[in-house]
Structure formats: C-alpha cells, structure tokens
C-alpha cells in the first residue's frame, strides 16, 4: 500500500509486499485498515496513521484476526 499527495508527489510505501486489498480510511484519517492474503485466507490489519506534523508517519501494520 503506498499515499501520495493529490498533485503526484509524497509517495509513501506503508507496507512491504503481500495481497492486500479492501482497504478503507477510518473516518477521522487516521487509521487505514486493509485485508493481506495469507495462505488461503486473510488476515485483517490496520495502519495508525499521524499527520500532525504536515507529513505522514505510518505505524506498523497491527493485526486484527482472520477470515477465509
């Protein structure tokens, strides 16, 4: 998963690899959650995401649970 500022520049990579896919802005910006393809199902992760210093600093991704 990577963010990038709306005019192309800032890219950001948040995570290394994997399948993810659903992903979803919390509602105040400042987690991101996202499923990761794992063996033959997901798991569920999060991202906390801090803005407060006029750039993105990205936590490390945390997990939630699993679902097939």
Same mark, same amino acid.
């Given at each position: +998963?990577?963010?990038? =500022?709306?005019? /192309?520049? @800032?890219?950001?990579?948040?995570?290394?690899?994997?399948?993810?896919? $659903?992903?979803?802005?919390?509602?105040?910006?400042?987690? +991101?959650?996202?499923? =990761?393809?794992? /063996?033959? @199902?997901?798991?569920?992760?999060?991202?906390?995401?801090?803005?407060? $210093?006029?750039?993105?600093?990205?936590?490390?991704?945390?997990?939630?649970?699993?679902?097939?």
């Amino acid at each position: +998963l990577w963010v990038i =500022r709306t005019d /192309g520049t @800032g890219r950001q990579r948040l995570t290394d690899g994997g399948r993810n896919r $659903g992903v979803s802005w919390s509602p105040d910006g400042g987690r +991101l959650a996202f499923a =990761r393809q794992q /063996g033959n @199902g997901f798991g569920l992760f999060y991202i906390e995401i801090d803005t407060s $210093g006029g750039t993105i600093a990205p936590g490390k991704p945390q997990r939630l649970g699993d679902f097939a």
